[in-house]
């Protein structure tokens, strides 16, 4: 289930980010494009953030289930970390 839901989000990000580049990188704005260029610096950066914050929060769980405090096993099996 959670491996569908992710193939999904992926194709339709994906597809997302060719209706995004063709909105922001417009034939006006050439050679220099500086809206465009901002919009993916800004996505960028929001990416590297997101990804902060899931190794933390991923990080925490694992701690957790190694210091046993968790009311079920990560993922439902035994012994589960996630890797970071």
Known sequence: MVISVQSALTV???GMGGIIASTVYRAEDAPRYLPGLGVTICAQGLLIFLVGVTHIHFRRLNQTA????LEKPLEGQPGFLYTL
Not at 66 to 69: L, N, W
């Open 12 to 14: 339709s990000m994906g």
């Open 66 to 69: 190694v210091e046993g405090k």
